[in-house]
């Protein structure tokens, strides 16, 4: 990848950097743009790989800092590709340093306690990385297209109705503020796949034998529901983003660029933290030397 390219590449992925979302829409972004970064499938594999490289590095550093830990979010219509992303991305990181987490419907349990407990139990220790695929941000997607699941939910009466949805973006706002005055970094990526793309994917679930586990019955139900989806999305990233917990609105309709942004945006949020393996004292350095000697 050229010195231009790359730049071209940082500007592109600054655009789809949220954290000021007071006019935020969806519809001023692309699915299928590609930044004029200049890279074609092969130059963006191989700046992946660098990238990948970089995540590798800081990750060590994350562990022996033991101070910061970073949280990255995915969040997507079906068939965008999160699951090859997290592959792709956290491919080179040692698997005692992430702890990744797929979050499905609710269970009886996590029904019984608040919306953001089965997170929070799950949240990664200060030197490591956590990988959520979905988030606290179904609860305020799901059941409010489909008000049914809502309704069905265990909750007073009185705590439900139409001013909900706002109070619980109220509450992950402040619950993400929280996190980052504990020292996690938190990434939240949306991949914003177009229709026509997502339909050709869903197809390809259904006649490519090694894919029909992929495909839900259920994802047809979303995609007809697609416009109230993205406009849930719409509400969510305006109410959430903010600089110490920035939105990626990341264009899905090629993968391989999609992986390449999101590789670059862990990248170089961890490189912002200037990480340090940590130092050892006078003392100890000395305690190393005689236990140097003792072994030679």
Not at 195 to 224: M, S, T, Y
Request: glycine share 6%; with cysteine; proline share 4%.
């Amino acid at each position: 990848m050229t010195a231009l390219n790359a730049e071209r590449l940082h500007r592109f992925l600054a655009t789809c950097r949220i954290t000021d979302s007071t006019s935020f829409s969806l519809e001023e972004h692309r699915t299928d743009d590609d930044g004029d970064t200049g890279l074609d499938k092969d130059e963006g594999k191989q700046a992946l790989e660098r990238a990948v490289a970089r995540i590798s590095d800081q990750q060590e550093r994350l562990y022996a800092d033991a101070r910061w830990s970073v949280l990255c979010i995915f969040q997507a219509l079906d068939a965008a590709g999160k699951d090859g992303a997290i592959k792709h991305v956290f491919s080179g990181v040692n698997p005692q340093g992430v702890d990744v987490e797929s979050f499905g419907a609710p269970s009886t349990l996590e029904r019984a306690h608040d919306f953001l407990w089965r997170h929070q139990v799950v949240m990664p220790r200060r030197g490591r990385i956590g990988v959520h695929n979905r988030s606290w941000y179904e609860e305020v997607l799901v059941p409010r297209v489909q008000p049914s699941i809502l309704q069905a939910a265990p909750l007073p009466a009185a705590v439900v109705g139409p001013q909900i949805w706002d109070e619980r973006l109220e509450d992950i706002a402040a619950y993400e503020r929280y996190l980052a005055r504990q020292g996690v970094r938190i990434l939240k990526f949306f991949l914003h796949v177009g229709e026509e793309e997502q339909r050709k994917r869903l197809l390809a679930r259904i006649d490519e034998g090694a894919k029909n586990w992929k495909f839900e019955e259920g994802d047809l139900v979303v995609r007809a529901r697609r416009p109230e989806y993205l406009s849930a999305y719409d509400a969510a990233i305006r109410a959430t983003a903010a600089p110490h917990a920035p939105w990626y609105v990341i264009p899905a309709d090629r993968k391989w660029l999609a992986r390449l942004l999101v590789a670059e945006a862990v990248a170089g949020a961890m490189e912002s933290l200037d990480l340090q393996f940590p130092t050892v004292s006078a003392a100890a350095r000395a305690a190393l030397l005689r236990a140097r000697d003792a072994l030679t």
